[in-house]
């Protein structure tokens, strides 16, 4: 098994201990890491502050076509990389080029921003002056990544806090850390300067602590569980805190839908990447004349998914991420069978190695149940139903989350009652809950946090806003209280 190192100030750096991360289809370790502590985020820190000066002021052209050529060598490398997401985190090989494929993407998107970074020129109460915003860059900022999306999530950070001319401390999950690894190498080769991004592994308890509460680090982008970002709220004094956490995602069903489509959308929202997405779709709101219908076509397609290694070209469903997971998923299904929700399919693991977990469908989930409010984070998808559709939207609404949603109708009025009503940060018509685009705006409301990665706003996170005021009148002249 290989064993890797973390990049501090330019050079590989060790630590006393380490750990091994885990293919989660065979339980079989694949790579050894450092586990890092507090003094390697103070060297790391240190470092990112040396590069600062010189990286924020490399012009933002310069800066893009560093990440344009990161895009290109991603590009050249998506089949390996894909693989090896598949291997490590366990999503299916499809999905885990399209995490790949998020990540060029990313990279080009916000290369190009270098050429944009735009602010905004207004008009001044006074004469002869002049009035704008720039971007300014942050500072050193911490980023720390969760493992579902092992590639694009670091790649949603990394490529706005360098293009905005911010450096950076890296820790990524310790479930995922080779695909981190993979990214870090990527901007090496593209030529990103020595201190500009320094990758620190090991645990939560002590890297990822030591990043939130570092006084060194301006700024702070974290995905990951509602538990942490709490934590992290608490923790962080002062610095810029960029949050996105979990989701309890709708699907609403008209009676007026198209129940094919919805069928198709809710089994790629509910157990595409085993239902480990921040915008999986884990409640189904179904109109009661067409619930019937709709959870015997469910029933009968969950079952029809194979479960088998990512990597594996029949699998249609992979792993769970670790031990953890499964059992928390297990526990779910317990919790919502004594809430008295009916089990229609899956509900537990099947035997052999491997963090698996059977497609798993509830009926008769009424708004007030934990399997009905609680983010399980895995393959279990609980059906409520309607009559009305403003019931629907109150029951989608009901929840502590805000991030995706979803209506499927015929009708464009419902459509557009949806829209505005639903309380998220994304809404899909006729779609599922998953599939960002990343020249978008991403991110929630409510409990999800309130920041928005990707597109045009995922830009704001990594960068200050100054006002600029230039007075050409010669004169001293006074806001509000000058007339002429
Ligand atoms: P966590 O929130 O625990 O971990 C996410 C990242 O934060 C990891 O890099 C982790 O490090 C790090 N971290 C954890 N605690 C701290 C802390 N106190 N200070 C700084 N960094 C910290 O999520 P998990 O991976 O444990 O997953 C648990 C649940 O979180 C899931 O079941 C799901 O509900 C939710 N989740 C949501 C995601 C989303 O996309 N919104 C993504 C992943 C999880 P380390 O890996 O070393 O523990």
């Not at 293919?23 to 820190?45: C, L, Q, R, W």
């Not at 490590?88 to 190009?112: C, H, N, R, S, W």
């Not at 129940?259 to 409640?283: H, K, M, N, P, Y």
């Not at 249609?316 to 089990?343: M, R, S, T």
Request: neutral net charge.
């Amino acid at each position: 098994m290989a064993a890797y190192k973390m990049y501090i100030g330019g050079e590989w750096a060790g630590a006393e201990t380490g750990f091994e991360t885990l293919n989660p289809a065979t339980e079989k370790p694949i790579a050894y890491f450092p586990s890092g502590d507090a003094g390697h985020v103070d060297m790391a820190v240190g470092a990112a502050r040396d590069a600062l000066p010189k990286w924020s002021r490399l012009p933002p052209p310069k800066r893009g076509i560093i990440l344009q050529k990161a895009a290109e060598i991603l590009k050249s490398e998506k089949e390996r990389l894909g693989r090896l997401v598949s291997t490590e985190m366990g999503k299916v090989l499809p999905e885990a080029l399209g995490d790949v494929q998020e990540a060029i993407d990313t990279f080009e998107y916000f290369a190009a921003e270098g050429r944009r970074l735009y602010g905004n020129t207004t008009t001044s109460e006074l004469r002869d002056k002049f009035c704008m915003t720039i971007r300014r860059p942050v500072g050193v900022v911490g980023l720390i990544t969760p493992w579902n999306f092992p590639t694009a999530i670091p790649a949603w950070k990394l490529a706005p806090a360098l293009i905005c001319g911010n450096t950076v401390v890296f820790k990524p999950s310790s479930d995922t850390p080779l695909c981190a690894y993979e990214i870090l190498k990527v901007l090496i080769r593209a030529g990103v300067p020595p201190g500009v991004v320094n990758f620190v592994t090991g645990p939560a308890s002590s890297v990822g602590e030591a990043i939130v509460k570092h006084p060194g680090i301006e700024g702070l982008s974290f995905t990951g569980s509602k538990a942490t970002g709490e934590w992290i709220t608490k923790n962080a004094g002062l610095k810029k805190v960029g949050l996105e956490l979990g989701g309890k995602n709708p699907i609403i069903v008209m009676d007026d839908a198209k129940l094919d489509l919805a069928v198709e959308g809710i089994l790629w929202g509910a157990f595409g990447t085993t239902g480990q997405r921040c915008t999986a779709t884990s409640r189904v709101i179904a109109h009661r004349k067409i619930k019937q219908k709709l959870l015997s076509a469910l029933v009968t397609k969950a079952r029809m998914l194979r479960l088998g290694p990512g990597i594996e070209k029949t699998s249609d469903v992979g792993p769970l991420i670790n031990k953890a997971a499964q059992e928390k998923v297990n526990k779910y299904v317990g919790i919502g069978i004594a809430e008295g929700a009916k089990l229609l399919c899956g509900g537990n693991k099947p035997a052999g190695k491997g963090f698996f977990f059977k497609p798993t469908i509830f009926d008769g989930v009424t708004p007030d149940m934990r399997i009905a409010r609680e983010e399980i984070f895995g393959p279990v998808l609980s059906v409520l139903e309607f009559d009305r559709l403003d019931d629907a939207i109150d029951i989608a609404n009901s929840v502590e989350y805000g991030l995706s949603s979803s209506i499927y109708t015929g009708d464009v009025n419902n459509a557009f009652k949806a829209i505005e009503r639903i309380e998220a940060g994304i809404t899909y018509v006729n779609s599922s809950t998953i599939g960002a685009e990343v020249h978008l705006p991403f991110g929630g409301v409510k409990g999800t946090g309130h920041t928005r990665e990707a597109g045009i706003l995922g830009l704001d996170e990594f960068s200050n806003t100054k006002t600029v005021y230039v007075d050409y009148s010669g004169k001293l002249q006074k806001a509000q209280i000058d007339s002429d």
